[in-house]
T-cell receptor, first 109, second 117 residues
Framework: GENVEQHPSTLSVQEGDSAVIKCTYS??????FPWYKQELGKRPQLIID?????GEKKDQRIAVTLNKTAKHFSLHITETQPEDSAVYFC????????FGAGTILRVKS | KAGVTQTPRYLIKTRGQQVTLSCSPI?????VSWYQQTPGQGLQFLFE???????NKGNFPGRFSGRQFSNSRSEMNVSTLELGDSALYLC????????????????FGAGSRLTVL
């Protein structure tokens, strides 16, 4: 079955810097790759997603890139702010959504 | 429209007991998935139901089961509880799979936090 690995497990950045979180997946048939943000004590919420027929997608300060050949995709957050501090989960899906273990992002002001 | 509703929000059980958790999806969403969240383990997929049928299943023992009703509401049951079952159980709904934008987007409920003593 699908397996998703996510790195790093924790990431600390200074406010205003960029943050990059990387994920690899095992099933080449996966065709949908969402990213979820979970703030402390709250439910995960979708922040951006990408389909396998697209290489990159941007939404304001966040972007996701997908390399189907290498089977990896990345989340890029620019100009980080304290409110970006949260746990970020990547996921890959063909028939079911399989999540990575999560990355704790801390933005220091 | 109302979001995904899970009940109960918190519960405490003892080893050997069983528990039933409930999830009401967003109106119009016919797929319900269940995930177990524990510190350091992320979101572990339990199962997904669509049209009252289990469509996908994760790698959990048979003590974990679920069902879906005709109104798309879903329940999951854990029998013979173990200490390791203590976790946040998240339910998520989506329209279903397909090429349409948003069809695959999971919307999560607030979760049911289970503590097994």
């Amino acid at each position: 079955g699908e397996n998703v690995e996510q790195h790093p497990s924790t990431l600390s950045v200074q406010e205003g810097d960029s943050a990059v979180i990387k994920c690899t997946y095992s099933d080449s048939a996966s065709n949908y790759f969402p990213w979820y943000k979970q703030e402390l004590g709250k439910r995960p919420q979708l922040i951006i997603d990408i389909r396998s027929n697209v290489g990159e997608k941007k939404d304001q300060r966040i972007a996701v890139t997908l390399n189907k050949t290498a089977k990896h995709f990345s989340l890029h957050i620019t100009e980080t702010q304290p409110e970006d501090s949260a746990v970020y989960f990547c996921a890959a899906s063909k028939n079911k959504l399989v999540f990575g273990a999560g990355t704790i992002l801390r933005v220091k002001s | 429209k109302a979001g995904v509703t899970q009940t109960p929000r918190y519960l405490i059980k003892t080893r050997g007991q069983q528990v039933t958790l409930s999830c009401s999806p967003i109106s119009g969403h016919r797929s319900v998935s269940w995930y177990q969240q524990t510190p350091g383990q992320g979101l572990q997929f339990l199962f997904e139901y669509f049209s009252e049928t289990q469509r996908n299943k994760g790698n959990f023992p048979g003590r974990f089961s679920g069902r879906q009703f005709s109104n798309s509401r879903s329940e999951m049951n854990v029998s013979t509880l173990e200490l390791g079952d203590s976790a946040l159980y998240l339910c998520a709904s989506r329209a279903w799979t397909g090429p349409l934008p948003g069809a695959n987007v999971l919307t999560f409920g607030a979760g049911s936090r289970l503590t097994v003593l």
